[in-house]
């Protein structure tokens, strides 16, 4: 079975500091994707991945950044954390050109105070 | 740009009860759907698909969702709930060109016994 890996289940950071959240998976899968999740908003897609080194924003990438260094770890940087990024965030992966079905960690709740 | 609605935010339902979760999207091209199911406290996971074929498609845990290309929605029913069932489900969709999954905003479903 695919594993996707999310460092850390719950977090709590200061408003400024800078967080960064680690997400690994052993499949080998080409494709990563960071999306917050909300309650009545659903799954906002903040930046995915094609490849190592590659990245591309989503819906919504203002105050994130990421970096895919090696094949199998996608990081979510947060530069100043802010109250409004108290969210969880769930990473996922997909072999290329297989969108249809992501894989996706348990999740890290973040809250920022 | 491709969009989920979900209009029930919560479905509460009697144990071996039906349910229908509804979902209607839009797009200006074609689209894959899918519905992802989140247990309390875990990931997200694929829990049926429409890509081709039959538009009528079927989970292995009795779940099954009917694309209806002309009122563009994909509604999830089961005929008979179980506690087990109870969960937050989610409505997404993707352009056949392939490209990001977007997700509606979800619906808890809650089973009483």
């Known amino acids: 079975d695919v594993k996707v890996t999310q460092s850390s289940r719950y977090l709590v950071k200061r408003t400024g500091e800078k967080v960064f959240l680690e997400c690994v998976q052993d499949?080998?899968?080409?494709?990563m994707f960071w999306y917050r999740q909300d309650p009545g908003l659903g799954l906002r897609l903040i930046y995915f991945?094609?490849?190592?080194?590659?990245?591309e924003k989503g819906d919504i990438p203002e105050g994130y950044s990421v970096s895919r260094e090696k094949k199998e770890r996608f990081s979510l940087i947060l530069e100043s954390a802010s109250t409004n990024q108290t969210s969880m965030y769930l990473c996922?992966?997909?072999?290329?050109?297989?969108?249809?079905?992501?894989?996706f960690g348990s999740g890290t709740q973040l809250s920022v105070l | 740009a491709q969009s989920v609605t979900q209009l029930d935010s919560q479905v509460p339902v009697f144990e071996e009860a039906p349910v229908e979760l509804r979902c209607n999207y839009s797009?200006?091209?074609?689209?894959?759907l899918f519905w992802y199911v989140q247990y309390p406290n875990q990931g997200l996971q694929l829990l049926l698909k429409?890509?081709?074929?039959?538009?009528l498609v079927e989970s292995i845990n009795g779940f099954e969702a009917e694309f209806n290309k002309s009122q563009t929605s994909f509604h999830l029913r089961k005929p008979s709930v179980h506690i087990s069932d109870t969960a937050e489900y989610f409505c997404?969709?993707?352009?056949?060109?392939?490209?990001?999954?977007?997700f509606g905003p979800g619906t808890s479903l809650s089973v009483i016994p």
């Open positions: 499949m080998d899968h080409e494709n």
């Open positions: 997404a969709v993707m352009k056949t060109s392939y490209d990001k999954v977007i």
């Open positions: 991945s094609y490849d190592v080194k590659m990245k």
């Open positions: 797009s200006s091209v074609s689209v894959y």
């Open positions: 429409y890509l081709s074929g039959s538009t």
């Open positions: 996922a992966s997909t072999p290329r050109r297989r969108y249809e079905k992501l894989f």
